[in-house]
């Protein structure tokens, strides 16, 4: 079915992606910060399928971070979420797919202790 974005949905959109983005840079900043200058973003790419002739999107959110300062030419997508029918939908997915990857990471630390980084997420 074909999803039109709101005022509401939008306004949700953009607190999410404030979180998720907080979220991702704590988890990716060691490891590209420096290398990356740590310019993170998230983005929303879709496909459309139709059945019995009703149209049907499918969105996904993506964390990625520029290669370049101050360019949008070059960037490496860090993690993606699944496929949702709503822009708020992906990034919920986005969300819970950093959140897992971030409690693997802060799971077994123990209070003081530091996490400098991992090439494995």
């Given at each position: 079915?074909?999803?039109?974005?709101?005022?509401?949905?939008?306004?949700?959109?953009?607190?999410?992606?404030?979180?998720?983005?907080?979220?991702?840079?704590?988890?990716?900043?060691?490891?590209?910060?420096?290398?990356?200058?740590?310019?993170?973003?998230?983005?929303?790419?879709?496909?459309?399928?139709?059945?019995?002739?009703?149209?049907?999107?499918?969105?996904?959110?993506?964390?990625?971070?520029?290669?370049?300062?101050?360019?949008?030419?070059?960037?490496?997508?860090?993690?993606?979420?699944?496929?949702?029918?709503?822009?708020?939908?992906?990034?919920?997915?986005?969300?819970?797919?950093?959140?897992?990857?971030?409690?693997?990471?802060?799971?077994?630390?123990?209070?003081?202790?530091?996490?400098?980084g991992s090439k494995n997420l």
């Amino acid at each position: 079915m074909t999803h039109l974005i709101d005022l509401a949905e939008l306004q949700l959109a953009r607190e999410l992606k404030t979180f998720i983005l907080a979220d991702v840079r704590a988890l990716y900043g060691p490891t590209h910060g420096s290398l990356y200058q740590g310019d993170f973003d998230i983005l929303t790419a879709g496909r459309t399928s139709y059945l019995g002739g009703v149209r049907y999107d499918y969105l996904t959110a993506q964390a990625i971070v520029y290669k370049k300062p101050d360019s949008p030419s070059q960037w490496k997508l860090l993690v993606a979420g699944p496929e949702s029918g709503t822009v708020s939908g992906a990034l919920k997915a986005l969300w819970t797919e950093v959140q897992a990857k971030s409690q693997n990471i802060t799971g077994p630390l123990q209070p003081g202790e530091s996490y400098k980084g991992s090439k494995n997420l």
